[in-house]
C-alpha cells in the first residue's frame, strides 16, 4: 500500500485495502484505518460518519478491469463531513498491473485536483488487494413470520451475491 488522499488541503495515508466480489464487480474500499470485510459495501458510510475511516470506495468490472461509470456502480469519497456518491469519484483513472480471481494489484489516481460541493479533492494510491470471498454475515431481526424469513434470505443472498439463490425470491416479469 502507498498513497495518499488529499481533501480541502488535508493529507490522510492510505494504508488498507478491502476488496470484496459482488455480482461481476469488485467492490475496493482503500483507507487510513482497517475495516471488517463483512462492513463493505454496506457498512462504510456509518464508519465515515463515526470518523472511525477516511478513503474512497469504487468499483471494478471483474470482466472488463475498468472502472464502472455514473450510474453503473458505487463510487464514494468517505472523508467526513466531506463524502458522498460522486458518481465518477472525479476525473479517477486505474492502472491494473496484475489480476487473478484472488489477487488485484493497481493504482487508481486523479491526474488533477477535483472540485465537489464546495470542496476539493485528489489521490494516488498503489494497493495490493486479496479478494475477500468470505460469506458475508447478514443480522436481521425483527418478525420471524413467513415474509419476514423470506426477505432474510434473499437479502442474505443479495449481499453474498449469490445471483441463483436470490433469483428465486423474485417474480418473473410476464
Known amino acids: 500500500?502507498?498513497?495518499?488522499?488529499?481533501?480541502?488541503?488535508?493529507?490522510?495515508?492510505?494504508?488498507?485495502?478491502?476488496?470484496?466480489p459482488l455480482f461481476d464487480d469488485i467492490i475496493i474500499v482503500l483507507s487510513d484505518n482497517s475495516i471488517p470485510g463483512e462492513m463493505v459495501p454496506d457498512g462504510i458510510m456509518g464508519l465515515s460518519e463515526e470518523k472511525?475511516?477516511?478513503?474512497?470506495m469504487f468499483s471494478l468490472s471483474a470482466k472488463n478491469r475498468r472502472l464502472l461509470g455514473k450510474g453503473e456502480s458505487i463510487q464514494s469519497l468517505h472523508f467526513y463531513p466531506v463524502w458522498d456518491q460522486l458518481g465518477t469519484i472525479g476525473?479517477?483513472?486505474i492502472d491494473i498491473f496484475s489480476y487473478s480471481e484472488y489477487t488485484l494489484r493497481g493504482r487508481i489516481?486523479?491526474?488533477?485536483?477535483?472540485?465537489?460541493?464546495?470542496?476539493t479533492f485528489s489521490y494516488d494510491?498503489?494497493?495490493?488487494a486479496d479478494i475477500k470471498k468470505e460469506p458475508v454475515q447478514v443480522k436481521i431481526t425483527g418478525a420471524d413470520d413467513g415474509p419476514s424469513r423470506?426477505?432474510?434470505?434473499y437479502y442474505r443472498a443479495v449481499m453474498a451475491g449469490k445471483q441463483k439463490e436470490f433469483r428465486k425470491y423474485i417474480a418473473n416479469a410476464r
Open 1 to 20: 500500500m502507498n498513497g495518499n488522499l488529499v481533501v480541502d488541503g488535508n493529507v490522510v495515508e492510505i494504508k488498507h485495502v478491502v476488496a470484496r
Open 52 to 56: 472511525k475511516i477516511r478513503g474512497i
Open 91 to 93: 476525473n479517477s483513472e
Open 109 to 119: 489516481y486523479t491526474p488533477s485536483e477535483n472540485e465537489w460541493n464546495g470542496h
Open 125 to 128: 494510491i498503489e494497493f495490493t
Open 150 to 153: 423470506a426477505f432474510s434470505e
